[in-house]
């Protein structure tokens, strides 16, 4: 952060307070005055130094969400996997291929690739050839990029704790999902279209995470969220 934007709010405050009002009690009291203007002005401040760039949505939801991980813009997909980062990935909307016949793969030694149809989707694990159709591109609403989530992080274990009489609509469980609004903790299960829940799409319950995405992407813009498998054993 700039030097000229930051404020040393103790400082200023003394050299504000006339000589003779210099006591400590007064400015004790002045202080806690000065907190809420203190608290606007950090907050607008922060905003204004992020924007809906996608290593600086990164940076946001890992800071406000995985704040025990440091994030590292210049790390590549699989090592923001292999240190447990939030991180953002492009969309799974298929792309034209071109068709070739079986001898043209022989020819040059490869073996002819799979081709997926459009209800088999795949994680992102891999770039598999897709055949589009017409339909995909009138009829199927695809998302214009993907964030993917730690297991780890979701705290609906912990939530369904609080359900002692397992039926789901214990007054424990509403408590602690209204404490998700205060607190930073993620709350997600799977999508509800089967079909995306194998490739690893998710619901995430906590309105903090959809504000922030909301507030910082492009407009117009639409996102899917996806989680992934982390085990912190498995880095060095």
């Given at each position: 952060?700039?030097?000229?934007?930051?404020?040393?709010?103790?400082?200023l405050?003394?050299?504000?307070?006339?000589?003779?009002?210099r006591?400590?009690?007064?400015?004790?009291?002045?202080?806690?005055?000065?907190k809420?203007?203190?608290?606007?002005?950090?907050?607008?401040?922060?905003?204004?130094?992020?924007?809906?760039?996608?290593?600086?949505?990164?940076?946001?939801?890992?800071?406000?969400?995985?704040?025990?991980?440091?994030?590292?813009?210049?790390?590549?997909?699989?090592?923001?996997?292999?240190?447990?980062?939030?991180?953002?990935?492009?969309?799974?909307?298929?792309?034209?291929?071109?068709?070739?016949?079986?001898?043209?793969?022989?020819?040059?030694?490869?073996?002819?690739?799979?081709?997926?149809?459009?209800?088999?989707?795949?994680?992102?694990?891999?770039?598999?050839?897709?055949?589009?159709?017409?339909?995909?591109?009138?009829?199927?609403?695809?998302?214009?990029?993907?964030?993917?989530?730690?297991?780890?992080?979701?705290?609906?274990?912990?939530?369904?704790v609080?359900?002692?009489?397992?039926?789901?609509?214990?007054?424990?469980?509403?408590?602690?999902?209204?404490?998700?609004e205060?607190?930073?903790?993620?709350?997600?299960?799977?999508?509800?279209?089967?079909?995306?829940?194998?490739?690893?799409?998710?619901?995430?319950?906590?309105?903090?995470?959809?504000?922030?995405?909301?507030?910082?992407?492009?407009?117009?813009?639409?996102?899917?969220?996806?989680?992934y498998?982390?085990?912190?054993?498995?880095?060095?």
């Amino acid at each position: 952060m700039k030097q000229y934007t930051t404020i040393h709010w103790e400082k200023l405050l003394l050299l504000l307070i006339p000589p003779i009002f210099r006591k400590k009690t007064h400015y004790s009291w002045l202080n806690v005055l000065f907190k809420p203007l203190r608290s606007i002005y950090e907050t607008t401040l922060y905003n204004m130094n992020h924007t809906g760039q996608v290593i600086s949505l990164e940076k946001l939801l890992n800071e406000a969400f995985n704040p025990e991980k440091i994030y590292n813009p210049n790390y590549s997909t699989l090592e923001k996997q292999a240190n447990g980062l939030i991180y953002i990935d492009e969309t799974l909307k298929p792309t034209l291929q071109f068709v070739y016949l079986h001898d043209e793969y022989e020819t040059d030694g490869f073996l002819s690739p799979k081709v997926y149809l459009h209800n088999e989707i795949t994680s992102n694990q891999g770039s598999p050839l897709y055949l589009a159709s017409r339909e995909d591109y009138t009829e199927i609403h695809y998302a214009n990029f993907r964030v993917f989530i730690p297991e780890n992080l979701n705290i609906k274990g912990k939530v369904e704790v609080f359900d002692i009489d397992g039926d789901g609509d214990a007054s424990e469980i509403e408590r602690a999902q209204k404490l998700l609004e205060i607190t930073n903790s993620l709350y997600f299960e799977p999508h509800e279209d089967p079909v995306k829940a194998i490739a690893g799409a998710i619901e995430v319950r906590t309105t903090k995470y959809h504000n922030l995405l909301n507030f910082y992407k492009l407009a117009g813009k639409t996102y899917e969220s996806y989680a992934y498998e982390y085990s912190s054993s498995i880095v060095s």
